[in-house]
């Protein structure tokens, strides 16, 4: 659907339904519904090539909702995404934090601040999606991520983030970044995932005992080391 009409393939033609009287006179529809072929359409210059505007917006939503929690509450788009859904699974999280980062904010302006959690997070993310996971959520200079399988690739993916904390640190100090440490807590459990808020706002949050555990864990590694 797009901008009041919905357009789809039947048989090899183009079918038009238009609902907005702006969409009929630029579609030049003369009945409730009305079918060109393919080719007129495209020609024709009066048929608006939606795909890759959908394909953006799509992309622009699942920044804010990922694609796994949409799949993990059983629906297939975001557009069918409702108050009240939810999941209840066996979850793994893993809870990533910067050291000392109060410290380190307040020897940076708030532009800086940012700046330097971009930088951060783009290094972190492309590795936990890369091992099945995604960041459920993001608070500050910590970060939650969820994988639903495999536990051995997770203390795989682990690893690989501490890895990549001195090609980080490399490229935060050449643009004049603090260097950063982190901490990493990882925990299993049950857990509800699901949507909280109204049709106007809603927002994904996970319910579970794993939550304050897991960022125990990654606390205690304080001591650990």
């Known amino acids: 659907q797009y901008n009041g009409y919905k357009a789809y393939w039947n048989d090899g033609a183009q079918v038009i339904e238009p609902h907005d009287k702006g969409i009929i006179d630029e579609v030049n529809a003369v009945s409730s519904v009305k079918t060109i072929s393919k080719d007129e359409a495209i020609k024709s210059g009066k048929l608006v090539l939606i795909d890759k505007e959908i394909e953006a917006s799509n992309n622009a939503a699942c920044r804010f909702v990922p694609n796994s929690v949409i799949q993990l509450l059983g629906r297939s788009s975001i557009t069918e995404i409702k108050p009240k859904d939810f999941t209840a699974r066996d979850i793994i999280m893993m809870n990533i934090d910067i050291r000392n980062f109060t410290t380190i904010s307040e020897g940076l302006g708030g532009k ?20 099945g996971g995604f960041v459920e959520k993001v608070m500050g200079d910590g970060m939650f991520c969820v994988f639903t399988k495999d536990t051995a690739k997770i203390v795989d993916c682990a690893m690989e983030i501490r890895d990549s904390m001195t090609l980080l640190n490399s490229y935060l100090n050449k643009e004049q970044f603090p260097v950063i440490e982190i901490g990493i807590g990882i925990h299993k459990g049950n857990a509800v995932l699901g949507m909280l808020g109204t049709e106007n706002r809603l ?7 794993v939550v304050s555990e897991v960022m125990a864990i990654q606390n205690y590694e304080k001591v650990c080391g």
């Open 203 to 209: 927002n994904e949050i996970i319910v579970s005992p």
């Open 112 to 131: 800086k601040v940012f700046d330097m959690l971009n930088i951060y997070m783009g290094y972190i993310a492309p590795i936990v999606r890369n091992y």
